[in-house]
T-cell receptor, first 117, second 115 residues
Framework: AQKITQTQPGMFVQEKEAVTLDCTYD???????LFWYKQPSSGEMIFLIY??????QNATEGRYSLNFQKARKSANLVISASQLGDSAMYFC??????????????FGAGTRLFVKA | ETGVTQTPRHLVMGMTNKKSLKCEQH?????MYWYKQSAKKPLELMFV???????ENNSVPSRFSPECPNSSHLFLHLHTLQPEDSALYLC??????????????FGSGTQLSVL
């Protein structure tokens, strides 16, 4: 079963507007971490933001914020004031595991964001 | 030089060739990973190394052979590949391999084409 679901293969946003990229996840572990990574055309995956399952407040990093709704198992990324340089693939990821069995980071299929001038 | 460096950036090989992908990290991390990124598929974790010991092999065919000679270097040796192995191969590292808050640092990948 797919553990990370990103239902938007592609999204368009006008420059300077905000955009929300959806992510839902599935886990039975009480402790897990949620991440968003950006992959520009150069190929390198760049860490954007992290949310721990026990964190009470939504994470924010500059123009990025994570809308964490634990009961709904969703971790949407909000990018405010979009810039042309935000055009890229965006991946939602979850890290879970145990100290005895090891930890894994698994990724969703990604959303390609296009920012229009 | 900082970060995670992968070479070569692009590789074209025949099915009978033997080649190697190289990854080097300058971050002092103890864990290194190989991921495979195919078109329209989520990233697939292939191998995990922690302190130079392979700790995970996710049912990867034996035509892929990893090697971690020290904590800064990771190789992926390729032989007798199939066309479906064509993909972007990403190397990543993290400070440790434990904890849910460990973020991954990626290289730019090697785009592999198997003819």
């Amino acid at each position: 079963a797919q553990k990370i679901t990103q239902t938007q293969p592609g999204m368009f946003v006008q420059e300077k507007e905000a955009v929300t990229l959806d992510c839902t996840y599935d886990t039975s572990d009480p402790s897990y971490g949620l991440f968003w990574y950006k992959q520009p055309s150069s190929g390198e995956m760049i860490f954007l933001i992290y949310q721990g399952s026990y964190d009470q407040q939504n994470a924010t990093e500059g123009r990025y914020s994570l809308n964490f709704q634990k009961a709904r198992k969703s971790a949407n990324l909000v990018i405010s004031a979009s810039q042309l340089g935000d055009s890229a693939m965006y991946f939602c990821a979850m890290r879970e595991g145990h100290y005895t069995g090891g930890f894994k980071t698994i990724f969703g299929a990604g959303t390609r964001l296009f920012v229009k001038a | 030089e900082t970060g995670v460096t992968q070479t070569p950036r692009h590789l074209v090989m025949g099915m009978t060739n033997k080649k190697s992908l190289k990854c080097e990290q300058h971050l002092g991390h103890n864990a290194m990973y190989w991921y495979k990124q195919s078109a329209k598929k989520p990233l697939e974790l292939m191998f995990v190394y922690s302190l130079e010991e392979r700790v995970e092999n996710n049912s990867v065919p034996s035509r892929f052979s990893p090697e971690c000679p020290n904590s800064s270097h990771l190789f992926l040796h390729l032989h007798t590949l199939q066309p479906e192995d064509s993909a972007l191969y990403l190397c990543a590292s993290s400070p440790t391999r434990t904890g849910v808050n460990e973020k991954l640092f990626f290289g730019s990948g090697t785009q592999l084409s198997v003819l």
